[in-house]
């Protein structure tokens, strides 16, 4: 067999006896690496990303499905078998199930935003992802949302297409009902007619009153509160 690059009846790109998979780290940025071994374990995939120790690493294989599986460090699979095999490798010592439009995945870190989950399955940005609640109503997480895996069982996600939707919200202690989304601040001051000169304040969960500062992202969720007041600190 040559160097020359062929394509076998199954798909899989070779090149002479190498043969080619793609590796991501935890950006989910998927690099080609090319491997001799056709049958390589979860160690050989871990050191051609440049993991010598693979007791260090999770290594997952992403299956045609998109679900994801992990690969134990002497543990084989076949890069024959498909097209182009996936996989993903990141430094952590035990992973996370979660369950995400029927979808069985696993995940190293325990703090996946909602965007890195969507990416997962192959759901764009006219997706939502919602966190299934047996006692509370469905939880709509926005995308750069932190995810909270460690909990007991296992998490429960759908996603559907992005509609427009609305919170309330209170202003001066009157409700307003905004689109939600991020607003700047300069957004917020004209949505709620804020007197010019005037400061307006986010009122914490805590009580603690935040200035939203010139050119501030905000992205505003149910309930959230706000407050004007003249700059010297009196109330409008």
């Known amino acids: 067999m040559t160097g020359t690059e062929i394509a ?3 798909g899989q790109r070779a090149r002479g006896d190498r043969h080619t998979v793609e590796i991501a780290g935890a950006d989910l940025i998927f690099r080609p690496v090319e ?3 056709p049958v390589p374990t979860g160690r050989q995939i871990a050191a051609a990303f440049g993991f010598e120790d693979a007791d260090a690493v999770i290594v997952l294989q992403q299956l045609p499905n998109r679900e994801l599986e992990e ?7 076949d890069i024959r078998a498909r097209g182009i095999e996936r996989f993903i490798v990141i430094v952590s010592d035990r992973s996370f199930r979660f369950v995400v439009d029927g979808l ?9 935003t909602a965007m890195l989950v969507k990416t997962l399955i192959g759901k764009g940005d006219d997706y939502e992802l919602v966190q299934e609640r047996e006692d509370c ?13 460690q909990g007991r069982g296992t998490e429960r996600f759908k996603t ?7 919170v309330t919200v209170t202003y001066n202690h009157e409700r307003r009902v905004l689109e939600a989304r991020i607003y700047t601040t300069e957004e917020l001051l004209a949505v709620f007619g804020v007197e010019h000169g005037y400061v307006l304040d986010r009122i914490a969960h805590d009580g603690e009153f ?6 501030a992202h905000i992205r505003i969720k ?3 509160a706000f407050v004007s007041h003249a700059p010297c600190g009196g109330s409008s």
């Open 71 to 77: 690969l134990r460090p002497s543990e084989t699979t």
């Open 210 to 215: 935040i200035e939203l500062q010139p050119g």
């Open 35 to 37: 491997l001799r071994d």
């Open 8 to 10: 076998d009846d199954q």
């Open 137 to 149: 109503p469905d939880n709509v997480i926005e995308d750069d949302e932190v995810i909270h895996l």
């Open 160 to 166: 559907r297409h992005k509609t427009s939707r609305h």
């Open 222 to 224: 149910e309930g959230m």
């Open 104 to 112: 069985k995945l696993e995940w190293p870190l325990a703090n996946p």
